[in-house]
């Protein structure tokens, strides 16, 4: 279940190098690669006289991609301009091109019907770029399908069990109170730990020596954008009532792009508004919480491999899972409009 309409992250913006990069994207060979005045372009990954894919290929004249196999050149708009040794250029001789939006040092792709394709409904990450944040991300390729990665998200009891060294204790699943209600877009999962030791990465980013009030704000927005407001004060300062002084305040960030059905792209990044200056701190959070997604990764990939064991559907749901069912019902009936206006216009 891939929705078409609507923008994913097809890569970071320093990805984008001398060299084009070929990336799958909901099942399509897409190839990225920039023009002579670094703007980003993103083609079909299939050179059509041979297909071979034309990422193996290399950028002439400033913004033609060539071919590596027998040097056909196509433009920005996927149409080729020139074929080695003949004049005439066949009206066939073409490629899909995508839209593409650079925005927060990601390199943005629409899939769908370019004539949708608005840059506004981008969704909101400006603490990538924004000075008064220090952030720090990477992409993990995942082998596992990319609505398990939303639901990890949306049900953080698993950090006492997966991440007790870095992000999680036993605060998280036992003790904490949990909120999950509709927004206009999407799901926000609210959970409060009131009086808690804690995590091991919070002390060290903190210096806490006591007990904390500690929240974790999960926004989701389909298809698979996941933004966390996570952070920590010492208990009794007034967090709950909306004053977060004397902690910790941090975002995570995650964008989840579907290669196939049982792989994904995972773009994320964590950012923080203390000290944003120092980079030694933001480089200190930004590998104690890879170390938590290398963690995640591990699980994603078991689950998978017993999905694709397993035809069966059957599982039990928990109290825990209620913000993940939240975002598949939105999901399954965007999928489901999608699907029917498609029909409609054919």
């Not at 993990?140 to 399908?145: D, E, L, M, R, T």
């Not at 959970?191 to 500690?214: C, L, S």
């Not at 975002?251 to 579907?258: F, G, K, M, Q, V």
Request: charged share 25%; net charge negative.
């Amino acid at each position: 279940m891939f929705l078409k309409n609507f923008w994913y992250v097809a890569a970071w913006d320093r990805e984008l190098a001398d060299k084009p990069l070929g990336r799958t994207i909901l099942n399509e060979p897409v190839v990225l690669f920039r023009d002579a005045e670094g703007k980003a372009i993103a083609l079909e990954d299939k050179c059509p006289h041979r297909r071979v894919p034309l990422s193996m290929g290399k950028v002439v004249e400033g913004s033609l991609l060539q071919c590596h196999y027998h040097g056909l050149r196509f433009d920005r708009f996927g149409k080729c301009v020139r074929i080695p040794g003949q004049e005439s250029i066949p009206d066939a001789a073409k490629v899909k091109a995508y839209p593409v939006v650079e925005r927060y040092h990601w390199v943005w792709i629409w899939m769908g019907d370019p004539a949708l394709a608005d840059p506004a409904t981008i969704p909101d990450y400006h603490y990538l770029d924004s000075p008064d944040w220090g952030a720090k991300g990477t992409y993990i390729h995942v082998k596992a399908n990319w609505q398990l990665i939303v639901d990890n998200l949306l049900d953080l009891t698993h950090l006492a069990f997966v991440h007790e060294s870095t992000i999680g204790n036993a605060a998280v699943a036992e003790n904490a109170e949990v909120r999950v209600k509709r927004t206009p877009g999407g799901v926000l999962v609210t959970r409060w730990m009131i009086d808690k030791p804690a995590p091991p990465t919070y002390v060290k980013a903190g210096g806490f020596i006591g007990n904390v009030d500690r929240w974790q704000f999960i926004d989701f927005l389909p298809p698979a954008f996941l933004r966390l407001s996570v952070g920590a004060t010492p208990t009794g300062t007034g967090a709950p009532e909306g004053k977060f002084v004397g902690g910790i305040n941090m975002r995570n960030l995650n964008a989840i792009t579907p290669e196939t059905e049982s792989t994904s792209h995972y773009f994320w990044a964590q950012a923080h508004d203390f000290d944003v200056k120092n980079e030694k701190l933001t480089d200190m959070i930004f590998e104690q919480v890879k170390t938590a997604f290398l963690e995640d990764k591990e699980v994603f990939e078991a689950q998978q491999r017993v999905i694709d064991a397993d035809t069966s559907e059957s599982q039990v749901d928990i109290h825990a899972d209620a913000g993940g069912i939240q975002a598949r019902r939105i999901l399954s009936r965007l999928y489901s409009e999608e699907q029917a206006a498609r029909q409609a216009a054919e």
